[in-house]
C-alpha cells in the first residue's frame, strides 16, 4: 500500500512540504481520540527478544526513529505509534534559527537516497522544554539531539551546548551532542580535540551534581578518518561518556546511480540512504571492536531494509536508528525490522541448543521426560546467555534471552 499508493503520491511534492504535511498529520492525531493507540496496536511488535536495557534506559524495542525528523519535540509520541522503540528528537539549538534557505532537501530515488543542508532549522530550546513538558513522565524513549547555534563561534560553542542540557536534563532519557552535521559551517571541526574536550568536560560536570544520572553520547561523521574516530574514543573514556552515534550523513557522492549533473546540480548538503549503508556498518564494527564492545553504539546510516539493521546489531550496535529507510519504506518499515530481529535472535538460540544437544546429548537418547528437558535447557541457557553477544551494557537482554532460550526449549522438545 504504502510503496504502491502513498510513497509515489509522497514523492510528487517537494520533499520539505510533504515533511510539513506530515508533520500538521501527526499534530491531528491526537484529537482525534484512541487514534495513537490504534495506530500503536497496528505497528507495533513486542516481544521479550526486544527489550533491552542499554546505558541505564529500557526500551522496549530496539529500533529508534534517527534525529531530524522532530526538530521542534512535537510529534515524538505520535512517531513512537508507528513502533519505534525510541525516538530522537532535534537537533535543537539554544535560540531558534531559519536553517539554510530552500530548497534544502532532496530525494534521489534511483539510489534510495536523500541530501539535504538543512542546516539546524528549529525553534529553540525553550519551545522544546515547552513542548516535552506536555508529556513528561511517559514511558516513551526521547533522546535529544544537541548543536550549537550557527552563529555561535567555536571558542563559545561549550557555552550552547551546557545551557541545553541544564535546560533540557529533567524532559529526556539520554542526550547526543551532535558535531558531526555537515550542514553547518565548521561544526565538524568539534569532532576531537580541545573543543569538543571542553563542551564534555561542562556537561559531565553538571551531570555530577544531578540527582538523576542522564547518558550522554557523541554523533560522528562517517566521512572521519579512522584517526580522528580514535580521538573521539579516546575523548569519550577520558570524560565517562555514554556512547557513540555512527553515523551522521555524508559529503561523499561516490558510487550514485543518479545522473551525474542533477547530483552538482543538488550542491551541498549531507547524503543519507542506501549509498550510506555500507561506510556506517563498516563504521561500526570498527567503533565495536576498538571499544571491545563496552561503549553501546547506536548505529544510524543507511538501513533500508530489516537485514541491514541484523547487521548492524550483530556488528556490535545496541540500537538502531532510521530516517531514510522510514521515508522509502513507509510505516511497516520498523515492524517487519523487529520481526528479523526476534527470527534472528530465536534462530541463534536454536543453533545453540542443537550444538549444545550435539556435544552433550551425543549417543544419548533425546531427552522426553520433563526432567531431562528442563536440566538440558538450564544447561543451554547458561551457554546461550553467554553465546548471545549480549553487550556489556545490555544484562536485561542477556537475561531475556536466557529465559526465552528455556522456553523455546522447552517448546521445542515437547
Ligand atoms: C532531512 C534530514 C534532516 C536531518 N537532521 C538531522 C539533525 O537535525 N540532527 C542530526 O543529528 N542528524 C540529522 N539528520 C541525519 C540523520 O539523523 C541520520 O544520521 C542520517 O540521515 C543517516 O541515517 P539514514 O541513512 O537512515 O537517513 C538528518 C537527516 C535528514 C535526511
Given amino acids: 500500500m504504502y510503496n504502491r499508493v502513498i510513497k509515489p503520491i509522497f514523492f510528487l511534492l517537494s520533499p520539505e512540504r510533504i515533511h510539513h504535511i506530515l508533520v500538521a498529520l501527526f499534530k491531528m492525531m491526537k484529537y482525534i481520540p484512541g487514534l495513537t493507540a490504534l495506530i500503536k496496536r497496528i505497528y507495533t511488535v513486542k516481544h521479550p527478544l526486544l527489550e533491552r536495557e542499554v546505558f541505564g534506559v529500557k526500551f522496549n524495542n530496539p529500533v529508534g526513529l534517527a534525529a531530524g525528523f522532530d526538530k521542534n519535540c512535537e510529534i515524538y509520541r505520535e512517531l513512537g505509534s508507528l513502533g519505534f522503540g525510541f525516538v530522537e528528537v532535534g537537533t535543537i539549538t539554544p535560540k531558534g534559527q531559519l536553517g539554510n534557505p530552500s530548497p534544502r532537501l532532496f530525494r534521489l530515488p534511483k539510489d534510495k537516497a536523500l541530501v539535504n543542508r538543512m542546516g539546524f532549522n528549529n525553534k529553540g530550546v525553550d519551545n522544546a522544554v515547552k513542548q516535552l513538558r506536555k508529556h513528561n513522565h511517559t514511558s516513551d524513549v526521547v533522546g535529544a539531539n544537541l548543536g550549537k547555534n550557527t552563529l555561535t563561534t567555536n571558542e563559545n560553542a561549550k557555552t ?146 530489516p537485514r541491514d539493521a541484523v547487521n548492524m546489531l550483530e556488528a556490535g550496535a545496541s540500537l538502531i536508528q532510521v530516517y531514510s529507510g522510514f521515508i522509502y519504506n513507509g510505516p511497516s518499515f520498523m515492524k517487519n525490522i523487529c520481526k528479523a530481529i526476534i527470527a534472528n535472535e530465536e534462530k541463534k538460540i536454536k543453533d545453540a541448543a542443537g550444538e549444545l544437544e550435539g556435544e552433550s546429548v551425543e549417543g544419548a537418547t533425546k531427552a522426553s521426560t520433563k526432567s531431562s528437558t528442563k536440566s538440558s535447557a538450564k544447561v543451554a541457557s547458561t551457554k546461550i546467555s553467554i553465546k548471545s553477544s549480549a553487550k556489556a551494557s545490555d544484562k536485561s537482554s542477556e537475561q531475556v534471552v536466557t529465559k526465552v532460550a528455556k522456553t523455546s526449549l522447552n517448546t521445542t522438545t515437547k
Fill in 160 to 305: 550552547d551546548y551546557l545551557k541545553l542540557f541544564r535546560y533540557l536534563y529533567d524532559y529526556v532519557d539520554y542526550f547526543v551532542i551532535n558535531v558531526s552535521c555537515p550542514n553547518v559551517a565548521n561544526l565538524q571541526q568539534l569532532q576531537g580535540g580541545d573543543f569538543m574536550d571542553s563542551i564534555i568536560e561542562g556537561i559531565v560536570d553538571f551531570r555530577r551534581g544531578q540527582a538523576q544520572y542522564r547518558p550522554v553520547l557523541i554523533k560522528i561523521s562517517p566521512d572521519l578518518k579512522y584517526e580522528q574516530v580514535d580521538a573521539t574514543i579516546i575523548a569519550m573514556k577520558k570524560r565517562n561518556l555514554d556512547g557513540i552515534v555512527a553515523t551522521n550523513t555524508t559529503t561523499s557522492r561516490e558510487g550514485l546511480l543518479t545522473n551525474s549533473t542533477l547530483v552538482e546540480d543538488i550542491g551541498n548538503g549531507g547524503l543519507s540512504g542506501k549509498p550510506l549503508t555500507k561506510r556506517s556498518l563498516e563504521m561500526v564494527k570498527y567503533i565495536s571492536s576498538k571499544c571491545e564492545g563496552n561503549y553501546p553504539i547506536i548505529a544510524v546510516g543507511g538501513i533500508m531494509t
